[in-house]
Every structure is written in C-alpha cells, then in structure tokens.
C-alpha cells in the first residue's frame, strides 16, 4: 500500500484547510480518525478519499504520519477510541 495519511473528521462544518496542511489551533477532539491515501508523488497530502470511501475534503489532515512511527498502528494512539473500523479494516496492519 502507499503511504498512509490520517484525517480528522469533525462534527459540523470545519473550516477549510488547503489538502495537506494540518490544524493549527483549538483543541477540538475529532468526530473520527479516517486513513486516507497519499495523494500520487505527494506523501504527506491526503487523496480525495479516506479508505472507507468519505470525501476528505473537509477533513483536516492530522500531524500524525504513521511512516514516522514503526511499529506503531496507522492512527495516533489517543485516538484509538474514535478510529474508523472501516478504514482500520482496510488498512490493516500498516
């Protein structure tokens, strides 16, 4: 699989951010934590689909790059408990 590129998902309607470009401020807590595909030639910008199929358009992309992190499951550890089990399912083990 290619790299892997985490996105949050939050309720209601999040601002905007540029594909790639993480969050920079409040500390809101995500609805759900979505894998998404790397956009192609660009590792660390999300593709236009989580794994399970939403649009990440107005997801934002999370700090978090599970290349960084061997070992490690795709998804921030304190968000285990809000993970999408469809995109899990589909990511596997990394």
Known sequence: MSET??????????????AGEAS????RSPLRVHAAPAAPGR???????????????????APWRP???PGAPWYPPEAADRVCPACD??????
Not at 44 to 59: K, S
């Open 5 to 18: 590129v985490v996105v949050y998902e939050y309720e209601g309607q999040p601002s905007a951010h540029p």
């Open 67 to 69: 290349s960084e992190h």
């Open 43 to 61: 590792p660390a910008v999300r593709g236009p689909r989580t794994l399970c199929g939403r649009d990440t358009f107005a997801m934002e992309t």
């Open 89 to 94: 399912d589909a990511a596997g083990d990394g």
């Open 24 to 27: 920079s401020g409040g500390e």
